[in-house]
């Protein structure tokens, strides 16, 4: 299985157990094909676990961890085999409709999670989206 996860924290990459950890910013442009030249081909599986640093307001922090969702969903439509798995962890809220229809268009199956290790005062959830139906460049 190929999967694909990150930090931006440091630059670089690094093999701990079977994993290889690779630092790198998913914002940038060329971070999908990056990838795919690390993974030597698609990923089976884009897990996003990205948020930004908490500024303490509620609204704020919404927008900016739901931005880098999108951020995410549209790296794994770049990265994804066909048939793939994207997972996400979300905020509840405004602007989580507009990710959740974005993911419907492009997967069969799109599921919320609230596994038992998520605090229940904590509105985070995660977003499992399966069967990916690929993109319209799938060949590379
Ligand atoms: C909640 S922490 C995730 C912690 C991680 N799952 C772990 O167990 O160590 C959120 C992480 O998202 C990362 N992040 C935020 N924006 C990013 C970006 N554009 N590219 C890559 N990582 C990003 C931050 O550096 C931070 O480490």
Redesign the pocket.
Known sequence: MQAAT????AIGAAQSGGAHQIM????ADDADDLVKTWLGGRADVVMS????AASGHKQTDHIRIMA?CEAAAHFAFDVLEEGGTFVAKVLAGGAEGDLQKLLKQNFTKVANVKPAASRADSSEKFVVATGFRGSVDNES
Not at 6 to 9: A, E, I, M, Q, Y
Not at 24 to 27: A, R, T
Request: charge should be negative.
């Open positions: 990150g930090d931006k924290g790198q910013d998913f914002l676990d990205m948020a930004a880098l």
